[in-house]
């Protein structure tokens, strides 16, 4: 077994689309990136990658690359497990929270875990999703950003 945890942040600003976890959140803002920015598929990859010691998202998908311009992020992921299943993993389990003061994002997370799964090709049951304010407090709390963590656990090769 291996674990792996991924940590991302993405301004919010006027004029974009706020995309997470494939889901497309009715706001009046939207993340700022180089891809869709989605930000809480983002930190899933890099937990992914990690618990593989695989490098980072940053490597994989460099943002000064015109082929990841305005990508969907949820197709980076199916990369990224293809890129683990070739190397003979299995995701036991993905564990994530968004933290964003608003829009309120409980209505939307079962969608955006069964993206993930999707992307992944494994049950919507080993994918969770949660979603938390900062109370008001720091960058997230202010509206000038959000954040995502996640943790994951591979099986696999050693088993
Ligand atoms: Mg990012």
Redesign the pocket.
Known sequence: MRIGQGY???RLVDGRDLVLGGVKVPCEKGLL?H?D?D?LV?AVMDALLGAAALGD?GQHFPDTDPAYRGISSIALLKKVGKLLEGQGYRIENIDATVIAQRPKLAPYRPRMAENIAEALRIPAARVSIKATTEEGLGFTGSGEGIAAQAVVLLAGQQG
């Open positions: 991302d942040v993405h990136g891809s920015a930000v983002h998202i």
